[in-house]
């Protein structure tokens, strides 16, 4: 108990979240109301879409994701979704946050890309304001749209980039390597843009090597299969590359079943730069404290093991040096 109040008063950064899995059920039937779009939404009630997060593995979660994506039209929609989160991250005590949105889910549905990132934008203000969370925004290309769609939404989002910080990239992972995505991936390097990508969550080690390699990324994002690639786990320590590890996503998408706990054991004792966030809080059972909470009960971690995550992910943002040092 005295850990979780530790916990709970640390002021936290988180480096993995997808806006569009901090959609509360409640939120989505609001939103879809409002919009006169109830009958798109992939249940009929609350009781039904709480009884649907029940995941066999990461493309199961993915098409109810995006089907709940189907609430969110207008911009003040984009805007109540972010200041939702905002106001979770600070019952966490988060004070800092990265956040990853999905530009293709929402102009696949002739949502105007402008209507999405303003309605962020403006909660990301205000929150800086009134909560004192400060925040990046980081545009995730869909892979499973393929390179083209990637390159094509980059370009649109050119007149936006003052209010962007990186490129990532994610969606269904098997079956699209990181190595198709080089290109865009250099053209985002070339605009200035910071670059993250989801990379051995469900893929092979091999995946995390592409990253690394080919899209010259700043972050992994999970790379828990690394732990399958010795080679891979002693280069990660020799770069000081971050991994974004999301303990409930993991859990809830059944990666590494039934040994998650000793592979999140060995992970940590790697020594590799492990940073721990909530990914789809939304979707998985909790918010960022959730996650450390999991992490303390399943795994016994020690209140300096748990101060030592939390520096990492200072360390890992994209904040300016001098501020991170202020939080380790
Ligand atoms: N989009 C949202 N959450 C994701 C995850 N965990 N992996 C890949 N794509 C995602
Ligand atoms: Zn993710």
């Given at each position: 108990?005295s850990l979780?109040?530790?916990?709970?008063?640390?002021?936290?950064?988180?480096?993995h979240?997808?806006?569009?899995g901090?959609?509360e059920?409640?939120l989505?039937f609001?939103l879809?109301q409002r919009?006169?779009?109830?009958?798109?939404?992939?249940c009929?009630?609350?009781?039904e879409?709480?009884a649907?997060?029940?995941?066999e593995d990461?493309?199961?979660?993915?098409?109810?994701?995006?089907?709940?994506?189907?609430a969110?039209i207008c911009e003040?929609d984009f805007?109540d979704?972010?200041m939702?989160?905002?106001?979770?991250?600070k019952?966490?005590?988060?004070?800092?946050?990265e956040?990853?949105f999905?530009?293709?889910?929402?102009?696949?549905?002739?949502?105007?890309?402008r209507q999405?990132?303003q309605?962020?934008?403006?909660?990301?203000?205000e929150?800086?304001q009134?909560?004192g969370?400060s925040?990046g925004l980081?545009?995730?290309?869909l892979?499973d749209q393929g390179?083209?769609k990637?390159?094509q939404?980059?370009?649109e989002a050119?007149?936006?980039?003052?209010?962007?910080v990186?490129?990532?990239?994610?969606?269904?992972?098997?079956?699209?390597p990181?190595?198709l995505f080089q290109?865009?991936?250099?053209?985002?390097?070339?605009?200035?843009?910071?670059r993250?990508?989801?990379?051995?969550?469900?893929?092979?080690?091999?995946y995390?090597?592409?990253?690394l390699?080919?899209?010259r990324?700043?972050?992994?994002d999970?790379g828990v299969?690394?732990?399958?690639?010795?080679?891979?786990?002693g280069?990660?320590?020799d770069i000081?590359m971050a991994l974004?590890?999301c303990?409930?996503?993991n859990l809830e998408l059944?990666?590494?079943t039934?040994?998650?706990e000793?592979r999140m054991?060995e992970l940590l004792?790697t020594?590799?730069l492990?940073?721990?966030?909530?990914?789809?809080p939304?979707?998985f059972?909790g918010?960022i404290?959730?996650?450390?909470?999991?992490?303390?009960?399943?795994?016994?971690?020690?209140?300096?093991?748990?101060a030592d995550?939390h520096?990492?992910?200072?360390?890992?943002?994209?904040?300016?040096?001098e501020?991170?040092?202020?939080?380790?």
């Amino acid at each position: 108990a005295s850990l979780g109040r530790f916990l709970a008063c640390l002021p936290k950064a988180e480096l993995h979240l997808h806006i569009e899995g901090t959609l509360e059920p409640e939120l989505m039937f609001e939103l879809a109301q409002r919009n006169n779009v109830l009958h798109t939404l992939p249940c009929k009630t609350l009781d039904e879409m709480r009884a649907a997060y029940n995941f066999e593995d990461l493309q199961s979660f993915l098409d109810l994701y995006y089907a709940g994506c189907a609430a969110l039209i207008c911009e003040q929609d984009f805007y109540d979704l972010t200041m939702a989160y905002f106001q979770r991250a600070k019952a966490d005590n988060i004070v800092h946050t990265e956040i990853f949105f999905d530009p293709q889910t929402h102009t696949l549905r002739n949502i105007p890309l402008r209507q999405v990132i303003q309605g962020i934008a403006r909660a990301q203000k205000e929150a800086e304001q009134s909560l004192g969370i400060s925040s990046g925004l980081i545009m995730c290309f869909l892979r499973d749209q393929g390179p083209e769609k990637a390159l094509q939404t980059l370009t649109e989002a050119e007149e936006f980039l003052e209010y962007v910080v990186g490129v990532g990239l994610d969606s269904t992972e098997l079956g699209n390597p990181p190595s198709l995505f080089q290109g865009v991936f250099e053209r985002a390097e070339e605009l200035g843009l910071k670059r993250v990508a989801h990379a051995g969550e469900e893929g092979p080690a091999e995946y995390i090597w592409e990253a690394l390699e080919k899209l010259r990324v700043q972050r992994i994002d999970h790379g828990v299969k690394c732990l399958e690639d010795t080679k891979l786990i002693g280069h990660l320590k020799d770069i000081n590359m971050a991994l974004t590890v999301c303990p409930l996503s993991n859990l809830e998408l059944k990666i590494y079943t039934g040994q998650l706990e000793e592979r999140m054991i060995e992970l940590l004792g790697t020594g590799v730069l492990v940073t721990i966030n909530s990914d789809d809080p939304a979707y998985f059972g909790g918010y960022i404290n959730a996650n450390y909470l999991w992490l303390i009960q399943k795994l016994g971690l020690s209140s300096q093991q748990i101060a030592d995550l939390h520096a990492n992910s200072f360390k890992a943002s994209f904040l300016p040096e001098e501020t991170k040092t202020k939080h380790c």
